[in-house]
């Protein structure tokens, strides 16, 4: 069974630092890019950083110098270093894998999707 | 970024009724955009990606169209497991922003 397990949430102070972790399993983890998206309580969805398969990352704006996502293949694991932290990051993170089919007949463009989400971390930045 | 506005951002509907939620680019995205389903306290569920393709058991009654920077889901007979947000999300470039949500509810 296809299974991303988040861990490392909790309460933090403002300026503070966590890192969250995903455990994957089920899967080749190597071969997926993955993505963490957070969802602040009673708001929408953000797409806060991503990490192709070989570990190039992205970064949304409003986390861009704080977090730093990371990624060891050999051990099946995506990592969230937060730094820096403020209030406005409290929120769930979630762990997604993030999985592509081919949008032309040659492959030479693929669509991308979050297809796979763990249950989430919970993270609280608060004095 | 490329911003992403849904509308309505929240809808009334009975068992049966055919819905529609929109979902608007800031920018061309081609058919880079997928439909998610959020049910309350759970974890967000891929329906639809590449515009118009259903994910692997989804239910037939939901459908998504457009290209470019217009798009709709589609459910086309609500079921009352249907009752939740739906976010439109696009995939052309990073960061791979939402849309802000729409809520379906029970009339």
């Known amino acids: 069974e296809v299974e991303l397990v988040e861990s490392g949430g909790g309460l933090v102070q403002p300026g503070g630092s966590l890192r969250l972790s995903c455990d994957a399993s089920?899967?080749?983890?190597?071969?997926?890019?993955m993505t963490w998206v957070r969802q602040a309580p009673g708001k929408g969805l953000e797409w806060v950083s991503y990490?192709?398969?070989?570990?190039?990352?992205y970064y949304a704006d409003s986390v861009k110098g704080r977090f730093t996502i990371s990624r060891d293949n050999a051990k099946n694991s995506l990592y969230l270093q937060m730094n820096s932290l403020r209030a406005e990051d409290t929120a769930v993170y979630y762990c997604?894998?993030?999985?592509?089919?081919?949008?032309?007949?040659?492959?030479?463009?693929?669509?991308?999707?979050?297809?796979?989400w763990g249950q989430g971390t919970a993270v609280t930045v608060s004095s | 970024d490329i911003q992403m506005t849904q509308s309505p951002s929240s809808l009334s509907a009975s068992i049966g009724d055919r819905v529609t939620i929109t979902c608007r680019a800031s920018?061309?995205?081609?058919?880079?955009l997928n439909w998610y389903q959020q049910k309350s306290g759970k974890v967000p569920k891929l329906l639809i990606y590449?515009?118009?393709r259903l994910q692997s058991g989804v239910p037939s009654r939901f459908s998504g169209s457009g290209s470019g920077t217009d798009f709709t889901l589609t459910i086309s007979s609500m079921q009352p497991e249907d009752f939740a947000t739906y976010y439109c999300?696009?995939?052309?470039?990073?960061?791979?922003?939402f849309g802000q949500g729409t809520k379906l509810e029970i009339k």
């Open positions: 590449g515009a118009s």
């Open positions: 089920g899967f080749t983890f190597g071969s997926y890019s």
């Open positions: 990490s192709s398969s070989t570990g190039a990352p």
């Open positions: 997604v894998r993030e999985a592509g089919s081919c949008a032309t007949t040659s492959c030479s463009h693929y669509y991308y999707y979050l297809d796979v």
């Open positions: 920018q061309t995205l081609n058919e880079y």
């Open positions: 999300q696009q995939s052309y470039s990073t960061p791979y922003t």
